[in-house]
């Protein structure tokens, strides 16, 4: 399959199917803790990349044979740079009635086609990493042509235009948009957003510039409480059943491992494997050069080499 893949574990979606509509690495930003690596286009304009149908066919062939929670648009770009993105989640529903949810930076929400596309989800997931200038130059590195302002403005009005759900990601850098002050500006201003959960997040991956560092977890509980109940730090996914048979699980973790990297604890929750058959096999693949290993804090993590 060439744009579908997963389902992985995810820590807001359950088993989530990742659908890829963008080329690598199409965005609107180049992030400092994109855990895909640097943006080699950055762009604002949409185009049409894939086939809606042909994605569509991916995404029901997958659905029949696995556990699926949420089909979820995201991947190795900006997924509403797509501009076939509302007709392929359309094109989906007609297929199968898993629930579909779209990840976006949020970044082109001040375009009016791209709010109607999203509102074709049936959760949408946008992010907000800054709320002054400086900050977001900082962390996002946007398109030149990008502005904090109209992208705070996209964002309200997507929340008063759709009644779907939203989900509003907060990525947080120490020393970078953990300071007091962009900390109590970004509360007021999200509480105005009228968002339904706000998700605080921090790097646990492997980011594109080694420097970027993350909060601990009571660091990230204290600034919650700044941004009311409907805030959340987002938990780790708890395996609920087992997942794919075993002889599944490498074509699995290669698709998926293309777009993200996977810790060890990641690949026993995806595959049903123990953690010494994970480790193993794990450690059999970096010895046939499919993939690296890559220390993060004390975690470990694999990519593709």
Not at 11 to 19: A, K, N, T
Not at 33 to 42: F, H, L, N, P, S
Not at 222 to 243: D, H, N, Q, W, Y
Not at 256 to 269: K, Q
Request: charged fraction near 30%.
């Amino acid at each position: 399959m060439n744009h579908v893949f997963g389902p992985v574990p995810s820590r807001r979606l359950g088993y989530s199917l990742g659908v890829d509509i963008i080329p690598p690495k199409y965005c609107t930003y180049d992030c400092i803790y994109c855990q895909i690596g640097r943006t080699t286009d950055k762009g604002i304009q949409r185009k049409s990349f894939y086939d809606a149908g042909s994605i569509a066919d991916e995404v029901a062939r997958k659905v029949a044979s696995a556990r699926v929670d949420m089909i979820t648009f995201s991947g190795s770009g900006e997924p509403t740079l797509n501009a076939d993105l509302g007709a392929m989640i359309r094109r989906v529903k007609e297929r199968v009635d898993t629930p579909v949810a779209v990840i976006t930076n949020g970044s082109l929400l001040y375009d009016r086609d791209v709010r109607a596309d999203l509102a074709e989800a049936d959760v949408v997931l946008p992010s907000l990493d800054a709320v002054t200038d400086q900050v977001f130059q900082r962390i996002n590195r946007p398109h030149p042509s990008l502005d904090i302002r109209r992208i705070i403005e996209g964002l309200r009005e997507f929340r008063a235009e759709c009644s779907k759900p939203v989900w509003l990601e907060i990525m947080l850098i120490r020393n970078i948009n953990d300071d007091p002050e962009e900390l109590k500006k970004m509360a007021q201003i999200v509480s105005s957003l009228g968002v339904d959960r706000i998700q605080l997040n921090t790097v646990t991956r492997p980011p594109s510039e080694e420097s970027v560092c993350r909060l601990e977890e009571g660091d990230l509980q204290a600034i919650c409480k700044l941004f009311g109940p409907r805030c959340e730090v987002i938990c780790s996914f708890e395996r609920t059943e087992e997942m794919p048979a075993q002889a599944d699980w490498t074509e699995i973790i290669l698709e998926t491992l293309r777009r993200r990297p996977l810790s060890l604890e990641d690949v026993v929750r995806t595959t049903s494997l123990t953690r010494f058959q994970a480790k193993t096999r794990l450690k059999a693949m970096e010895d046939e050069g499919l993939v690296r290993s890559y220390t993060l804090g004390d975690d470990v993590f694999y990519v593709v080499a």
